[in-house]
Each structure stands twice: as structure tokens, then as C-alpha cells.
């Protein structure tokens, strides 16, 4: 069955908290070195530019690796967390305003020996893809994609609309995880995450 994608004018809305939300229940597929694997999204952060302290482009701070996140909404921000993780964010906004939502952890749905494979594990259990570098790696996402395109039919990361609803009561917010340094904007609630499943990362 095909499912559609989810198009400009969802990535476009200006507010990042909403879009984080909105993104738990869809499902984002990969078809890259033609494997194409797919998974629930069940954790998601916000980040929103400019006074955000724990955004990349905090103080609209622009540099090679951020320049993508003043992107119009729609595109991959990928980035490497301590040189190993490679980390899948989606732009989200108009064009300057740097807005974005990581994709913490996924429910592996399809394309399971090919994520198993990709990860080392030979079973299915959250560790495959909760977590955003882990999930990353499953799915086959690395820096090379970061400005790739969401929207365009020929897009190898895409994001799907299945139908699904998930009730507001099933939705946990919290404090983002690892962002100590950002002071007052550590203790935002924008990381949303679904209380009724095991495949979320765990806090550290």
C-alpha cells in the first residue's frame, strides 16, 4: 500500500513544538542502496532558533554545518555527535527561522533484517533504534544526506502519513536529554515522546 508523504505546508508551520508533536505516529521510511526500511517515530525533540540556548543556531548563529537549518522547512539536518553519531533532524519553519526536530527513537516496522544487519543485533528489541544515533544507523542516515530533500517524490528519506491517531494522554513531555548547558532552556518540556511503548531511548 502506498501512503502519502507528508508535504511542504506540514514542515512549513512555524511552530517547531507543534510539528515535534504532530510528527509522533507518522512514519519515516528510508530507501537507500535500495533497502527500504521504515519505523514508527515515538521520540522526537524540539529546537527552535533563536533564543533557544540548546539549538545549533541559537542566536542565529550561522556556520557551515548550520547553514541547513535556515533552510525552508523540509529538508535533512543531519549532523555527527562525538564524531560517531549520526544524527537526523527535520528543518522545519520558513526559510530563516532555523527551526528543527530531532528524531530520537523509532519502532522498527519494516525493512528489519536489512536495520539488524546495519546495527549489529541480530534480534528485534528497542536497543535497534531507540536512540538517535542508533536509529540513524538502522535506517541507513548519515551526513551525506543533510539538505536532502523530504518533500520531492524522488527523495530517499521521506516521512508518511498512515492515518493513525494517537490520543493526547499517550503523549509524555519532558526536558530534552543532554543539554545541561543551555541554562534556562534545559528545562523546556520539548522533548515529546509516546507513554505507551518501550521503543523511546533511555535518559542518561
Not at 13 to 32: P, R
Not at 53 to 71: G, L, P
Not at 161 to 173: M, Q
Request: with cysteine; glycine share 10%; net charge neutral.
Amino acid at each position: 500500500m502506498t501512503y502519502p508523504r507528508l508535504g511542504p505546508s506540514f514542515y512549513q508551520n512555524t511552530d517547531v513544538v507543534a510539528v515535534a508533536q504532530s510528527l509522533l505516529g507518522k512514519y519515516l521510511v528510508s530507501n537507500i542502496d535500495g533497502e527500504h526500511c521504515s519505523g514508527l517515530i515515538t521520540e522526537v525533540e524540539a529546537y527552535r532558533a533563536p533564543d533557544d540556548k540548546a539549538c545549533h543556531a541559537y542566536n542565529n548563529r550561522r556556520t557551515k554545518r548550520t547553514e541547513i537549518m535556515f533552510w525552508r522547512g523540509g529538508v535533512a539536518y543531519v549532523y555527527l555527535c562525538y564524531g560517531i553519531h549520526h544524527l537526523f533532524n527535520v528543518v522545519t519553519g520558513d526559510e530563516d527561522m532555523a527551526h528543527a526536530v530531532l528524531i530520537r527513537a523509532i519502532e522498527a516496522k519494516e525493512g528489519l533484517p536489512v536495520m539488524e544487519q546495519r546495527r549489529g543485533i541480530a534480534r528485534e528489541k528497542p536497543q535497534l533504534t531507540a536512540g538517535p544515533g542508533v536509529m540513524s544507523k538502522a535506517m541507513g542516515i548519515t551526513t551525506a544526506y543533510t539538505g536532502h530533500s523530504l518533500v520531492k517524490p524522488d527523495s530517499s528519506i521521506w516521512i508518511e502519513d498512515r492515518g493513525e491517531e494517537w490520543p493526547g494522554n499517550e503523549i509524555v513531555s519532558s526536558p530534552r536529554i543532554g543539554v545541561g548547558y543551555a541554562a534556562e532552556c534545559a528545562a523546556w518540556p520539548w522533548r515529546f515522546y509516546m507513554g505507551n511503548t518501550k521503543w523511546v531511548s533511555k535518559l542518561r
